[in-house]
C-alpha cells in the first residue's frame, strides 16, 4: 500500500465518521426540538453557541483548564471582546452547523472512496 492509499483511507474514514456522526447528531437535535414543540407548544432554540458549550464540556475542557480551548470557552460564556460575532454564533442554529459539517464529511467522504476505487 502507498502512502497516498494510506492517507485517501484515512480521510475515507474520517469523513465517514465525521459526516454520518453530525448527520445522527442533527437528527437528534431536530428530533428533540420537534418533540418538545409537539408537547409544550414552543419551539426551543439551540444556538451553536449552546452546541459549543456542552461539546467542550463533555470533550475537552475542564474548570481547572487555561488553555485556548478554555479561553474560548470562557470566551462564549461571557464575551469581553467580538462582541457582533457572539451575537452571530448565538443566532445560527447549532442544528444547520450540525448539517453543514455532515455535508462537508460527506463530501470527504465520497471525494475518497471515487480516489480510492480508481487505483
Not at 18 to 42: D, I, K, N
Not at 44 to 53: A, E, P, Q, R, S
Not at 77 to 105: C, D, N, R, T, Y
Request: charged share 15%.
Amino acid at each position: 500500500m502507498k502512502a497516498r492509499d494510506a492517507v485517501l483511507r484515512v480521510f475515507f474514514v474520517t469523513g465517514g465518521v465525521l459526516g454520518y456522526g453530525c448527520l445522527a447528531a442533527f437528527l437528534y437535535l431536530v428530533g428533540w426540538q420537534v418533540f418538545r414543540w409537539l408537547s409544550e407548544g414552543e419551539w426551543t432554540h439551540v444556538g451553536l453557541t449552546d452546541g459549543l458549550h456542552v461539546g467542550l464540556l463533555h470533550c475537552c475542557v475542564t474548570d481547572a483548564d487555561n488553555g485556548r480551548l478554555a479561553a474560548f470557552l470562557h470566551w462564549l460564556e461571557q464575551p469581553a471582546s467580538w462582541i457582533g460575532m457572539h451575537k452571530v454564533v448565538e443566532v445560527i442554529p447549532a442544528s444547520l452547523a450540525l448539517f453543514a459539517v455532515s455535508i462537508a464529511g460527506n463530501c470527504i467522504f465520497i471525494y475518497c472512496k471515487d480516489r480510492l476505487d480508481r487505483r
